[in-house]
């Protein structure tokens, strides 16, 4: 188990080549200034400290209200304790709200995309999702527990 405050970031996995995005930076980029530093270049995560996400992304995405988790995490940020692959994690992920909506989609899509072939996340599903009311860390993680009852989250 890590120590409480332990820092995440959400989303991993780097594409297999430099893809552009809607902002012009490519999503190894945005992926290894926001993501690589806790979920490691390739998304294999630090296990009992930070999740992994290669994997998983594309499960969480494949329907409407795991993409609705997986951007409330990257636009809200989440704390609290988590279990993922039968570790117990606690911390805290700071919010991604300052990105741009085609960064968060791309670097989500490849992650979809790869390891379990989810669907493509598009900057209009970001937009819609920023367009809701802001929740507490906390509150994105209790709502986090219904959906891993569900099988929605691994």
Not at 30 to 46: D, F, I, L, T, W
């Amino acid at each position: 188990m890590s120590r409480p405050g332990t820092l995440w970031a959400v989303i991993a996995v780097l594409a297999s080549g430099p893809a552009p995005d809607a902002v012009g930076q490519t999503v190894d980029a945005v992926y290894a200034k926001n993501c690589s530093v806790c979920h490691q270049p390739e998304g294999r995560g630090v296990p009992g400290q930070f999740p992994r996400l290669a994997g998983r992304v594309g499960q969480m995405t494949g329907s409407a209200e795991g993409r609705a988790y997986v951007l409330a995490v990257l636009l809200n940020g989440m704390a609290g304790a988590v279990e993922v692959d039968g570790r117990r994690i606690f911390g805290v992920m700071p919010p991604f709200i300052r990105l741009a909506d085609g960064e968060i989609a791309t670097v989500l899509s490849d992650l979809a995309a790869l390891g379990d072939g989810g669907p493509a996340i598009t900057p209009d599903m970001v937009a819609a999702a920023r367009d809701q009311p802001r929740l507490p860390a906390a509150e994105v993680n209790r709502r986090r527990a219904a959906l891993v009852a569900a099988g929605v989250v691994p």
